[in-house]
């Protein structure tokens, strides 16, 4: 925040941005420790247009899912969602990181120790239930949590809810039992997935290399031909691409070579060798045309 002026959620926008440039490290780390580790835990930023609704966010998640078995935790506090507006508010948050994550999802709803969890449980499994809670609300937003509740049936009917206390350790052995349930959901519905993705991916980008290759092809061919009607030679006109890229670069290598001949010649010798006879070419030259002027009867 100091280094760069910023506020407290760029500063963790930023961080996380960086962070992701550096994420190939991370995943290194994770692939040399799979043997020996059989859970691997990301904590991310509680707030979610950081983590969730983030670039960096959703390079993260789709660097882990398309290499390992990933599962989507979204732990809540029970003790703060007692009031059925904040419990809709809270179910609206899981079902964007669902639909946006596209991954096995897993609620928790920690501090059971302080309340249990099972009215919000009931809340999800009866709507007639939440209906008489949330009529004890006077608020304009009631009337909006009632709408939402509708559309959320869906959502909760294959929704994975666990009740756990992270302080006393209950409801943990019912947590990993979910965490495999939705191993075996990623291998068996989104690994499939995944990896159509990526055929298709893959498919695009050679489908794109063929036809920047196909430019190049006609681009060197408008060359050779412009080259071979300059020239006039009719041999050159059946070379492709390729094979006058392969005859410039010979050509080029023998003028090397002959340059390089060259260089071993002592160039002081040649010249002095050179300007000798010219000398004397001129000398003669000279004297016949003094004899010329002074017998000009001859």
Known sequence: MKQYGLGPNGGIVTSLNLFATRFDQV???????QNASKYVLIDTPGQIEVFTWSASGAIITEALAS????????????????????????????????????????????????????????????????????NQETSYVSNLTRSMSLVLDEFYSSLKVVGVSSVVGTGLDDFFVQLSKAVDEYER???????????????AQNEQKKEQLEHLRKDMGSVCVQGNTLAGSDDASAMGPSELILTRGT??????????????????????????????NFM???????????????
């Open 284 to 298: 003669q030259e000279t004297r016949m045309k003094y004899q010329r002027s002074s017998n000009p009867n001859e």
């Open 67 to 134: 290499s390992f078995p990933s599962v989507v935790v979204y732990v809540m506090d029970t003790s703060r969602s007692t009031n059925p507006v904040t419990f809709m508010s809270n179910m609206l948050y899981a079902c964007s990181i669902l639909y946006k994550t596209k991954l096995p999802f897993i609620v928790v709803m920690n501090k059971t120790d302080i309340i249990d969890h099972s009215f919000a449980v009931e809340w999800m499994q009866d709507f007639e239930t939440f209906q008489d809670a949330l």
């Open 189 to 203: 519905e989104y690994r499939p997935e995944y990896e159509r993705l990526r055929k298709t991916l893959e498919e």
């Open 27 to 33: 995943m290194k780390f994770i692939e040399k420790r």
């Open 251 to 280: 050509l080029d290598e023998e003028e090397e070579e002959r340059e390089s001949d060259t260089d071993d010649i002592d160039h002081e010798v040649t010249e002095e060798s050179h300007e000798e006879p010219a000398f004397r």
